[in-house]
């Protein structure tokens, strides 16, 4: 028993290693990647030789299954808690709400502003580039004064100078 509860314990770590590695490349941090490969192969090699070792039951093999389906979701929810890497949120309002717009000035959000013909009136569509922990309190910041924005949000694969690229450069000086 003390076996099978030892691979679904590795696998609950292994599987996270696994999962944050591979953001980590995704996101090339490879330094970082590189780490998490080294003890993600450790944990790996000494569960798996858990698994074929001795007996070789059915038991572990399921543990180990299971485990590993697990470990995904506890990766995901840590990636999610690390919240790494950056994520540009369009939103797009009937009105120009000036009231947005300096309060997302003043919480050090920086953004672009275009005006824009929708199919009925005007339209305003602001671009904002932020880390990723701040999207959250980014769109609850929209919401409570345009609730009837559309609001999308993805993740960039690359940018260059701007704001957000400015104070980056001047917090490491």
Do not use: C, H, W
Request: no cysteine; proline share 2%.
């Amino acid at each position: 028993m003390k076996e099978i509860l030892l691979i679904l314990f590795l696998q609950l770590i292994y599987v996270p290693l696994l999962t944050l590695r591979t953001i980590f490349l995704v996101r090339n941090l490879t330094a970082l990647a590189s780490i998490f490969g080294v003890m993600e192969i450790l944990v790996y090699v000494f569960g798996l030789s858990l698994v074929f070792g001795g007996d070789q039951s059915v038991a572990a093999m399921v543990v180990y299954a299971v485990g590993f389906g697990v470990g995904i979701i506890y990766g995901i929810k840590i990636e999610k808690k690390l919240a790494i890497g950056y994520i540009l949120v369009i939103i797009n309002t009937q009105s120009k709400n000036d009231e947005l717009i300096d309060t997302l000035k003043n919480n050090g959000f920086g953004f672009t502003l275009f005006v824009g013909e929708g199919r009925d009136s005007k339209r305003y569509k602001l671009d904002v580039l932020t880390k990723r922990n701040r999207e959250s309190e980014l769109i609850a910041t929209v919401e409570k004064f345009e609730p009837q924005a559309f609001i999308m949000s993805y993740e960039p694969t690359y940018f260059k100078g701007g704001f957000l690229l400015g104070r980056i450069k001047s917090a490491k000086n």
